[in-house]
């Protein structure tokens, strides 16, 4: 008898919930489901809604499936040696190395993005060449075995490809059914293709303090990353 997948989704101060419990959710129907973070102690959201750690990094077992989920907290993530030291070696070993929303930027970071096509939220997919990446506007985008979400509730569409791949479809379709994912929006502005341009313009306002932040971030910890390369 094989043994169970093991599945680990970063748990980290300022994540956005439901980029982790949506394929969470999804995956505890075909594996062992980790929350990881550095201590087993109680992390806020972005959302203030209260999140506990199930796994350490240090008593974390190789993974099948590594996936980095999002939120504002990734700006912290992604100049995090500890994490992306953690993220580093468990690449090494994963048939898989996900990512939800913002998420990718944490993977790009770590350097695993370089040369690989990836999605992330829409607010963010511009900096991904920043770390060698090549944007995409797919909901999800599958290069190799990097497999990324775009933002927020393309984690539950994230998660149901994924199990395709890792088991087969009739078992992800059993999945989708069961949770009776039919999604049927009140509204057509899901996305920037398709949101009216005010509401797309109050969004872009709304994001632009914690962009510039974002940028700022990634573009230190690109930085870091190229200069440890080339000392290589």
Known sequence: MSSPLQI?????????????????HVFA??????????????????????????????????????????GYGTNELVLDEEVLDFVRRQAKGARFITSVCTGSLVLGAAGLLQGYRATS???????????GAIPVNERVCIDRNRVTGAGVTAGIDFALTLVSMLVDRETAEGIQLRT????????????????????????????APSQVGRIASAKQAAERLFASQEAV
């Not at 109680?42 to 099948?64: A, E, H, Y």
């Not at 939220?121 to 511009?126: G, S, V």
Request: glycine fraction near 8%; charge should be negative; proline fraction near 12%.
């Open 8 to 24: 680990g989704l970063l748990c980290f101060p300022g994540i956005t919930q439901l980029d982790m419990m949506g394929p969470a």
């Open 121 to 131: 939220h829409w607010i963010a997919r511009e900096i991904l060449p920043i770390f």
């Open 29 to 70: 129907s075909v594996g062992t489901v980790h929350l990881l973070w550095k201590k087993i102690e109680p992390i806020t959201s972005d959302t203030n809604i209260i999140l506990t750690p199930s796994t350490t990094f240090g008593d974390c077992p190789q993974l099948d499936v590594i996936c980095i989920p999002g």
């Open 180 to 207: 009776e994912y039919d999604p049927a929006p009140p509204f057509n502005s899901g996305s920037p293709d398709t949101a009216s341009p005010e509401v797309l313009a109050r969004a872009r306002e709304r994001f």
